[in-house]
């Protein structure tokens, strides 16, 4: 068995690594052609080149399920045409055995996927961001930038915090903040807006070049007397704010999705649930980067009937090409269910799950009907 194993593990991951090779040259040619539009007096070919390979590890782990079927299906489709997998099977390989063996190799696939995801990925992702933000003048959040809030105790009484960051820095600096300050029943008190700031670990923001607006006695005011408030405008180099909102919080809120493992997005949905606002696209994300390593072992199930179907029912590029449509299949049912499950405010988990889930319902049929029945 020991002979048999290593047979099929050599064809195997051979095969997978060939097929991701393809794939990650493909889209590094994507990439890079995309990226030389932006190639001017500051950002070179060679800043494009380094940022399209520092995008691979992410499309490595997008396309680790797509790489495992079809090259597990490449493997097995050119063992069963050779016939050494008759001659495996008449040697007494039967499918659970089959089976048992692929699921290890799928175990395997899983936890690589796992750790390219949580670990590669998130930090060449990082170093994507900050060679863009350093070489293009800063990372772009967007025409609405990013948003925080928080819920701090003051001697004033009880303020909810509106933060807005437009541009974030390599360096971690955040330009163009904006703060609002509301009291319990929803009226703004004070606007603060600085050019730049820093954050540290304990939650205290530094902000430079401040300009502090007070709206004076705003929270005690009737709303007939709202028009003759006093209005306090100041000028400041430096202004210090201490929230709950810490540095590891406040780089989630302005760092791509890709960037963030699987326990920053946990930790960041939660404070987003603890200060009442939407969670559910990082928790479904959350889910999405939990479970997708679960689907090379489905992939591999779903591969392993193709060694069982006759030299007649076509050959290895046949199959090969049935399992690129699957692949895409999988894709586009696992980005059309995201959507959706956004759209329709579904359990995240479920929506996470069900793509896996209809494709393990199709290895277990293809298994049973191609080896059990014919």
């Not at 995801?117 to 930090?123: F, I, R, S």
């Not at 809030?149 to 330009?175: F, H």
């Not at 009291?183 to 703004?188: A, M, W």
């Not at 894709?331 to 359990?347: Q, R, S």
Request: net charge neutral; glycine share 8%; proline share 3%.
């Amino acid at each position: 068995m020991r002979t048999v194993r290593r047979l099929l593990y050599a064809d195997v991951v051979s095969a997978v690594v060939f097929v991701a090779i393809a794939f990650l040259s493909l889209f590094f040619f994507i990439d890079f052609v995309d990226e030389l539009g932006d190639v001017g007096k500051d950002y070179s070919a060679m800043h494009a080149a380094l940022y399209s390979l520092l995008e691979l590890p992410g499309h490595l782990y997008e396309l680790a399920p797509i790489a495992v079927l079809i090259g597990t299906i490449y493997a097995l489709s050119r063992l069963a045409q050779s016939s050494e997998f008759t001659i495996l099977r008449t040697g007494g390989l039967g499918p659970g055995r089959a089976l048992s063996l692929l699921m290890g190799l799928g175990v395997a696939f899983g936890v690589l996927t796992f750790v390219v995801g949580d670990y590669l990925a998130p930090l060449s992702e990082r170093a994507a961001v900050e060679l863009h933000a350093r070489v293009k003048g800063g990372l772009s959040l967007g025409r609405a930038g990013a948003w925080m809030k928080d819920k701090l105790n003051t001697p004033d009484g009880e303020r909810n915090y509106s933060i807005n960051v437009s541009t974030a820095a390599a360096d971690g600096e955040l330009l163009y903040v904006r703060i609002y300050a509301f009291d319990t029943e929803g009226r703004l008190v004070q606007r603060i807006a600085a050019d730049t700031a820093r954050v540290d670990a304990s939650g205290l923001w530094t902000l430079n070049k401040v300009l502090l607006t007070d709206w004076t006695g705003a929270s005690g005011a009737a709303a007939a007397d709202i028009a003759q408030l006093k209005v306090d405008v100041k000028q400041l180099e430096v202004f210090h704010l201490q929230t709950t909102l810490a540095a590891n919080v406040v780089s989630s809120a302005v760092r791509p999705f890709n960037s963030m493992s699987t326990f920053e997005l946990f930790r960041y949905m939660n404070h987003l649930s603890d200060n009442e606002q939407t969670a559910q696209r990082y928790e479904l994300r959350f889910w999405k980067r939990a479970l997708y390593p679960l689907a090379c072992l489905v992939m591999v199930g779903l591969a392993l009937p193709f060694a069982y179907l006759h030299a007649r029912a076509g050959g290895v590029s046949l199959k090969v090409f049935g399992g690129i449509m699957l692949g895409i299949t999988f894709v586009l049912l696992n980005n059309v269910a995201a959507h959706i499950g956004l759209l329709k405010n579904w359990t995240p988990w479920i929506v996470a799950a069900t793509p896996s889930l209809i494709f393990l319902g199709m290895s277990f049929a293809a298994f049973s009907w191609l080896v059990r029945y014919r």
